[in-house]
């Protein structure tokens, strides 16, 4: 019985969840040009879309962006939590507090810092001031998937490197970096997400001439209702959802490759 | 020659526990040294000291007669075996053996030639592209042991490498370690808590407790010759008494007098008096220096191992190869199984007295 029930709350829950996307998705299939009622199936809207020069432009710009900032992220990341690994006591705290308090630190409050920041400094607004932020908050997340890793790491292997005579540059790309990729390719994905689909700290920290989808589509979608938008929106959730099967396929792969090690 | 030494080495863990006291060793070139004792004693501690990844909090440690406390591991030429083996999972067998080599920028061609020569060394041709998470225990340790050695260390650590293994590889794994030390001539220090092990196998071995060396010495003196209670129990069974000594070459013990071959003690004073259970023999009872009452008795494949009280209550292990003749029968030894240990001597007393007494006899 309370399993039934527990299995019909998760899927009530999905559904909400889910509802709102699927509509969404659904009507950018409508031959209308409202979301009252789905008039018969065409694909009027993606070719608007495609069409559209301007929000193309704007789509390649984000996954460049995404790409760019999560790559460059992930590195600093990597070599951060690495970092933070060595160091003992209170240190390694007081870092990951500070690591974590970015983590959950409401996403207005910084991009608000960020602005204020980049003014301070004289750093003009577009595409580099998003590309730094968009480093800066996903650093953290990196962070936070590689550390476990590491904790997880039989430490007499870096022994065993030093005994055989290597230095700290070998033993960690050698040594360390294999043993972790897994916690690095994680980190790398979420850093993509966070940036394909940040809205606030972008909004903020973004000029005249560098868009974000997320800016673009709010922007858009204050103007009124466009089924373009909802194409677009469903090309997007293709896009994260290839991103997110990839990425479980990816852990499935090394959980294979662990449990054939065990 | 000297390869080795720790002088006055303690350490202290910065939780204020101290892991070695006041050790002193000293170990040759060419030998093959076992740090034996039980879990806790400091064996590892003192590994990780001579190996590089620990420093000492007091003390000296010397590599040929010059200080290395400072000295980084990867700059020390020797090589340490790991407890569990410490492989590299992503390397394959010959990429962990060649690891060593290609930090030192050896030549390629090289590499290859000495791998091949370090897999045969430890009878593992033909397995240089397995990879070393699907090798047996016992093989992922000679891949341990091969890693090691390709780099030609002048001293090789090995931290219970056999420990993990089954009687019978154990047993052949003891014997090719011992035959690869005698064919290389590289100083072995072998860790382990396992004394049969350690008497199989050394040179000389070092008998540790709660981070204190209790003795030193080839196998066959701390066998026959413990300087005390410790060592007696630690290393193989023993029948332990507590007596006095009358005079010089005479013991008395549970309630009767012996002849020993002890000598340079007060008369009088308390002794512990130590003997082996192979050099009891079960005789007639009027043959015998001791009455006793066969308890139980249990065939061991090589020996039997039998249990007997005598009238004063103590309980006597007996190793014999034939069994008890009778219930009552008598306890036999001879004066030189009397082993007698002065209460709290410590090592140096123990080898000066006998130096001592061994002088007055001639
Ligand atoms: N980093 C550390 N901090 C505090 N105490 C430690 C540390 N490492 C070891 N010890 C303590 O030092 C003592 C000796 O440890 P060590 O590992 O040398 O023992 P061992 O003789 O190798 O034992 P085993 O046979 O179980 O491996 C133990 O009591 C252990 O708890
Ligand atoms: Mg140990």
Same mark, same amino acid.
């Given at each position: ?102 983590? +959950? ?21 577009? @595409? ?70 940040? @809205? ?63 | ?61 010397? @590599? ?123 100083? $072995? ?17 070092? +008998? ?22 410790? +060592? ?18 005479? +013991? ?5 007098? @012996? ?73 036999? $030894? ?29």
């Amino acid at each position: 019985m309370k399993r039934i029930g527990r299995a019909l709350y998760l899927i009530l829950a999905f559904v909400l969840l889910y509802l709102p996307i699927v509509y969404l998705a659904y009507f950018s299939f409508s031959s209308g040009k409202d979301m009252v009622r789905f008039q018969h199936f065409s694909w009027v809207h993606y070719q608007v879309l495609w069409s559209d020069k301007e929000l193309l432009a704007i789509f390649l710009q984000t996954i460049i962006l995404a790409i760019l900032s999560s790559l460059i992220a992930t590195a600093i990341g990597t070599c951060g939590a690495w970092g933070i690994f060595r160091l003992r006591g209170y240190r390694r705290k007081t870092m990951l507090v500070l690591n974590n308090v970015l983590m +959950v630190a409401p996403d207005v409050i910084i991009g608000a810092s960020f602005l204020i920041c980049f003014t301070a400094l004289g750093i003009g607004l577009g @595409f580099f001031s998003v590309l730094l932020s968009h480093i800066a908050f996903s650093i953290p997340i990196v962070v936070l998937m590689v550390l476990p890793r590491l904790q997880d790491l039989d430490l007499t292997l870096i022994d065993a490197a030093q005994d055989l005579g290597a230095g700290r540059g070998v033993i960690f790309n050698q040594i360390v970096l294999p043993e972790i990729m897994p916690g690095i390719l994680s980190g790398l994905f979420m850093a993509l997400t966070y940036s394909l689909d940040d @809205f606030a700290v972008t909004f903020f920290v973004t000029g005249n001439g560098f868009k974000t989808l997320s800016v673009e589509i709010y922007s858009r979608a204050r103007q009124g209702i466009n089924l373009e938008i909802n194409a677009l929106s469903t090309v997007m959730l293709l896009v994260v959802m290839l991103l997110a099967g990839g990425y479980l396929f990816l852990t499935r792969q090394h959980e294979l490759a662990l449990g054939a090690r065990s | 020659m000297k390869i080795i030494e720790l002088k006055h080495v303690t350490r202290q863990y910065p939780d204020g526990f101290t892991a070695l006291h006041d050790l002193n060793l000293s170990l040759e070139s060419g030998k093959f040294y076992s740090l034996l004792g039980p879990s806790g004693s400091g064996k590892t501690t003192i590994l990780r000291l001579i190996a590089g990844f620990d420093q000492p909090t007091q003390g000296e440690i010397l @590599f040929n007669g010059r200080k290395i406390n400072d000295l980084p591991a990867a700059q020390r030429p020797l090589n340490t075996v790991f407890q569990n083996y410490a492989l590299f999972p992503h390397l394959n067998v010959f990429e962990n053996i060649a690891f060593g080599l290609k930090v030192k920028k050896v030549p390629a061609d090289q590499i290859q030639v000495k791998v091949d020569r370090m897999l045969s060394l430890v009878r593992l041709e033909g397995f240089g592209q397995r990879s070393v998470q699907e090798l047996s225990g016992g093989q992922q340790q000679r891949v341990a042991i091969a890693r090691a050695l390709v780099n030609q260390p002048k001293v090789l650590l090995l931290d219970e490498s056999l420990s993990a293994l089954d009687k019978k590889l154990r047993k052949t794994m003891q014997f090719e370690l011992r035959s690869i030390q005698k064919q290389l001539g590289i100083t $072995f220090i072998f860790v382990t808590h396992d004394q049969e092990e350690a008497l199989a196998m050394s040179d000389e071995i070092f +008998v540790l407790n709660e981070g204190r060396l209790q003795q030193s010495g080839s196998p066959s003196a701390i066998y026959d010759e413990p300087v005390n209670e410790f +060592v007696a129990r630690f290393i193989g069974d023993s029948n332990l008494l507590m007596g006095h000594m009358i005079r010089d070459f005479e +013991v008395e013990f549970d309630n009767h007098r @012996f002849e020993c071959a002890d000598a340079g003690i007060k008369p009088g004073e308390q002794v512990q008096v130590l003997l082996r259970p192979e050099d009891l023999s079960l005789v007639a009872p009027q043959q015998g220096k001791i009455v006793v009452e066969v308890l139980s008795q249990l065939f061991l494949g090589d020996h039997y191992e039998i249990w007997a009280k005598d009238d004063a209550g103590f309980n006597w292990l007996i190793h014999t190869v034939e069994k008890a003749p009778t219930k009552r029968c008598g306890l036999h $030894f001879a004066p030189d199984a009397i082993h007698v240990m002065r209460l709290g001597e410590s090592e140096s007393e123990f080898d000066q007295r006998l130096s001592q007494y061994e002088d007055n006899e001639k």
